[in-house]
């Protein structure tokens, strides 16, 4: 089992930038996927980016491609999520999440999340 705590939310202006952490608990967190979700209120929660256990293969929503970056440091337990050029769209509570069977899912341990407001 692994436990989740993002951090890095804040306000931010429009073209701005942020960086999320989420650091895991437990000795096997190498040995998950790891992905960033987020809901916006009034909508479904949706999927932001994904890596691999080994950081070798990632994906993105096509609405954040070339402007995030998903990363994760194994040695640290931790997963980063690198916004730039934000917009008012990506406000939303952001979260990571950890499966243990696929980049694809189903994604099994989820943290608290932590809020991203980008004013225009």
């Known amino acids: 089992q692994v436990q989740l705590v993002e951090s890095g939310g804040g306000l931010v202006q429009a073209g701005g930038s942020l960086r999320l952490s989420c650091s895991a608990s437990g000795r096997t967190f190498s040995s998950y996927a790891m992905g960033w979700f987020r809901q916006a209120p009034g909508k479904e929660r949706e999927l932001v980016a994904t890596i691999s256990w080994s950081g070798d293969i990632t994906s993105y929503a096509d609405s954040v491609k070339g402007r995030f970056t998903i990363s994760r440091d194994n040695a640290k337990n931790t997963v980063y999520l690198q916004m730039n050029s934000l917009k008012p769209e990506d406000t939303a509570l952001y979260y990571c999440?950890?499966?243990?069977?696929?980049?694809?899912?189903?994604?099994?341990?989820w943290g608290q999340g932590t809020q991203v407001t980008v004013s225009s």
């Open positions: 999440a950890a499966s243990q069977t696929h980049i694809a899912g189903p994604y099994n341990y």
